[in-house]
């Protein structure tokens, strides 16, 4: 066996645990790494870490097992935000033996220490994790088929965020934000992000049983008054009605005032969304049909928003007429998407002709058209190829 042949196999192993780790547990602090301090030297800043792991945007494990400080340049500002990365150390170099040029390097490292890099950006950090916004899926029925609900909840999250594997520019792990203070010295930023945390197993299940066993309030959805006392005469019976008439007149008008703003909305958000989908469109010589196509949709929203928002009937009819559109939209982007994005927004398309076949509520509607704008925003339209002449 060569030198490449055992880094090799080394290297497999370590790609399938990083690769593991980075989809399965996450990115950020597992316990530990607080900052104990930062302080001033004459050639910079000495920052002091406490013992901890934290898995990288790799998926690789950051291990500090002692409490370590390290250096680094003394910052042009008052405001830094502290990262930590992982980094590797070449040791104890030996002579690579005659391998029929299967290696270049006449020696290579006979072992690798894992280690860590501390590094800082100027001013606060307003790097937050990214939570999935999952979509549950409606259930149809009380008796609902908990095995299909499930398919169902795993697809949609799938589609989502697993479909394609993102590059991350920034593997570090976030440690914090601090400021400096009057006195020279260096305090907790008030306008730090919070510190990005890996949610283990033991976690999300204690979640999830707390949430199953709790009978009472699993929401813990806060009580703003007692329930009235049920009254025992005619007058008081009579006025009680007088009072519930008055509450639902005023909730059936903030949920026009809600239903009404909801409707604008979706409109406003296609505009936008089609708006930038036919200029990206534009850039691909081939698909002018695409992009007037889109922008025509872009357009009947904005009409639409002023015109069709006071009344839900006339909002269903314009739904019904730009559903032809995005269907016409989705054939003429074959060939100038990715697959499987493109393949995401049929699949909107679909479920927003499904509503419609349905009559369901408008706030069904409003959310199916929501997922198209979703889906057309993320379409990957491809780089147009122009032929040699």
Known sequence: MTPRDMEAEQEYHAERLHTLARFVAGRGVVHGLEVQSISETDDGLEVTIEPGIALDGNGRPIVIDQVTTASLPQPSGNELSLYIRYDEIALEPVP???????????????????????????GTSDDRTQQPAVEIPAIETDCADTAAFSQRLLERYHDQYRSSISSDSETGVFLGSFERTPDGGWTDSEASAPREFVYDHELLFGTIIDHIT???????????????DIPDDIT?????????????????????????????KTLTERARVFDALAERLERRTSEGDASRLAREI????????????ESEAAYRSHVRQVLEQLIELGDRLEGATTEASLERYLRSV????????????????????????????ALDVLVDVVPDE
């Open 96 to 122: 690579v033996p005659n391998t029929d040029d299967a290696i270049d390097d006449e020696s290579t490292a006979n072992r690798t220490l894992e280690s860590f890099e501390l590094t800082y950006r100027e």
């Open 214 to 228: 709790d009978t009472d309030n699993p929401h813990r959805t806060p009580v703003e008054r007692e329930p009235p």
């Open 236 to 264: 008081a019976v009579s006025d009680r009605l007088d009072a519930l008439e008055t509450e639902v007149e005023r909730v059936t008008r903030k949920q026009a005032t809600l239903t009404r703003y909801i409707m604008r």
């Open 298 to 309: 872009a357009t009947a929203a904005r009409t639409a928003s002023g015109q069709m928002c």
């Open 350 to 377: 679909s479920d927003l002709q499904e509503t419609l076949e349905d009559d369901g509520p408008i706030l069904d509607m409003a959310e199916t058209q929501d997922r198209v704008c979703e889906a057309a925003d």
